[in-house]
């Protein structure tokens, strides 16, 4: 038996910080295992500059082999459609019965917590996982326009509240706050800074680094 989190996402392209958290949770927390789940539709924002579903598995499945802790989990992809939590976390249950010790960890930033509520299926998912706030901050080095994915219907994008850092003390559900290393790296600089040719090499895995310029991803041109 393990205990797994599940930690849902873009993942366009994963990097260092998406990393460095998920290890926090195994060594914080004790979670034996991390499912990295890439969405495919989001149900929040409409995704700009997003590389194939094909290619994001690809990286996270290429980063993960010298790391057995976590896995690249394509329910989401394998799905179609837009990807909402509720059900990927009723696949997970069912798929790894047997093999789960308790509840699911269900991973969120600070600022998808700010906006949990509107979830599809908040209040159920609050019940049958434990979800598990990380802590957050956004800070970019580069001009990001064209490149910030767009909030859809009531979404706001919790880092564009001065009201998110309050998410502590007056999430109405129960969690497990996670007290991790905060590194200031967002995919959307990732991809920003690849386009614009500023650097970036040692803010993604090798292995993700390596598969953006053997497929020319993002906008690289050597």
Known sequence: MMKIAIFGGTFNPVHIGHIALADDVCRTLGYDKVLFVPTFIPPHKKM???????????????????DSRFVAETCEVDRGGVSYTIDTVHTLIEK?????????????????????????????????????IAQRQKAVSVDTDGFENE??????????????????????????????????????????????GAGWRYLVPQAVYDYIIENKLYGYNG
């Open 151 to 196: 909030n859809t219907g009531e979404y706001t994008g919790g880092f564009n509240s001065s009201e998110y850092l309050k998410i502590f003390s007056q999430f109405p559900f129960n969690y497990i706050p996670l007290k991790n290393l905060i590194l200031p790296v967002s995919s959307t600089e990732i991809r920003a800074r690849i386009a614009k």
């Open 96 to 132: 790894y019965k047997g093999e789960l010790d308790g509840k699911f960890g269900l991973i969120m930033g600070q600022e998808n917590a700010f906006e949990f509520n509107k979830w599809k299926g908040a209040s159920e998912l609050a019940e049958i996982t434990d979800i598990i």
């Open 48 to 66: 700009l500059h997003v590389e194939s579903a094909e290619n994001r598995v690809a990286m996270l499945k290429n980063t993960f082999k010298s």
